[in-house]
């Protein structure tokens, strides 16, 4: 039996923390609701679950509206941001945790810095190169460009890792011949992966999310990836809201399902740049 | 084992492709656009730049709409430090002793974070939609329908409502960075705290605060570092308008290069974002310093 100051004070915290959690959950809950409702549904009754769920927008949206290409697309560009950085991003990391070499230091502090730079600030210039190159709406290029705004974060934290795990293993091996590479891909891999997962995290979902690129590289609707996607799709077929909160769905539904099955790896990939090592 | 971690071979073989994708898209480019900020350029190609100076940069200083972006972006990172660290704080304070179920508010609170941004602002657009959204729905449901307003459009609630979106979208994350610092704190202190009657609201802000003081300091440099860096959430629903009042430098400056093809302005700005950004994260960890040392 609770003391009634105690009740009290308890139900004034679930009550703050409903409220919060209905505030944090609510626009999901519409978009959910809502991609199963006609038009007029979702404007006449937006609070209430559909009279009848059909999937109706969501093929529309598919077939109609190129969601799936674009979510192929997002697959492609999310999966190959997160193999580039990590392979890229444990190789530098390597060295910069292991190796002695002149100005190491310097080199690793002018890798990190790179978390300093505001992506913005460096769009015109790229636009322009990649006009006078001739590499517009190119997936590869689409990637090499957002990977290399993970690059910084990626060795900040994989190097961090690398660091912190100690070398016997590496030595034994060294000492029964194996040579740089198999060390580093059968020893320091392995071992590191913790912060690849964390910082893999990071990239993915930086990659899933990223408007901005796509945005000023792609432009072709056979390699938009979901979020300029989803975009284009509201511009063009701004009075399809069944179809537009499908769309959404779908954009948010693959982030969300990763973060409920890995929600410690999620939150520490995503606040591994708040926490210093 | 000297030898081994020594091989200049190898080394540059690992480094070199970090550093090619690194200069080629992020480095070089940051050079050309102090480079491009002194050009006048329409951004066609065959027509040459011309070098103007600090021409840009002068016609920026006497540009309303530049000034109009600036006052908004100050607007804008004051009311989210205000409503993110404290909002952020608090529910961190509430979940750190892990009352039942905090697990699920605490995936709740951090879940719009892993959204994609585009999706977040086109929801919020429908939920802030004049005719038949969300929230003017529900006033009209409560009979309050004098107070439903064209929230975009409308020039008292358009950068109101953007900041909102932002906070929705980020005070989960300085909970999770706080409810981790204050789980962290060891036991013991808490529990002399107690000894020494510090509980409740004194125990929070004599001895919680101080001791999370650096988790505090990191949060107030990622928001203000973060807001600077908010692009989506005005091109999406409000494109800046109505009348520039919720336009912000990166989106202006957007806007400015890719819409009326002015590349030298564009850089100009690009370069003012640039230094604010470096600026202000100096800035903030020197006052949050000194506040330290005060304490």
Known sequence: MLAPARLFRQTVLYLFLALYALISLFPMYFALVSSFKTTTEIFSNSFALPTQYNFDNYVRAWELANVGTYFFNSVLLAVGCTALLGIVGAMASYILARFRFPFSNTVFVFFVMGMMIPVHSTIIPLAFNIGTFGLRDNMLVLILVTSAFSLSMTIFIVTGFMKSVPGSLEESAVMDGCTHWQVFTRIVVPLSMPALATASVFNFLGAWNNLLFPLLFISSKTNMPLSYGLLAFFGERRADYGGVMAAIVITILPPLIAYVLLQEKVEKGLTAGAVKG | MEKYYRNPKFILLFLVPAFVLYAAFELIPIVQTFWFSVYSWSGIHGVPMKFVGWNN??????????????????????????????????????????????????????????????????????????????????????????????????????????????????TGYYTTIFFAAITGLPDEILEAAALDGATGLKKITRIVLPMIWESVKTSVILVVTGILKTFEIVFIMTQGGPNGLTQVPVTLMYYEAFKYDHYGRGSAIAVVVFLMSIGLTIISLRLMNREKIEY
């Open chain 2, 57 to 170: 940069y002068v016609s920026l200083w006497n540009f309303p709409g530049f000034w109009q972006s600036m006052q908004n972006i100050v607007y804008y990172v004051l009311l989210s430090l205000v409503i993110q660290i404290p909002i952020g704080f608090v529910l961190a304070v509430l979940l750190s002793p892990q009352p039942r179920g905090y697990r699920f508010f605490k995936t709740a609170f951090f879940s719009p974070l892993v959204l994609s941004i585009t999706a977040v602002s086109l929801m919020w657009y429908f939920i802030l939609f004049p005719n038949g959204g969300v929230l003017n729905n529900l006033l009209t449901a409560v009979g309050l329908e004098s107070w439903t307003k064209n929230w975009l459009i409308d020039k008292d609630t358009a950068m109101t409502w953007v900041i909102v979106v932002t906070g929705w979208v980020s």
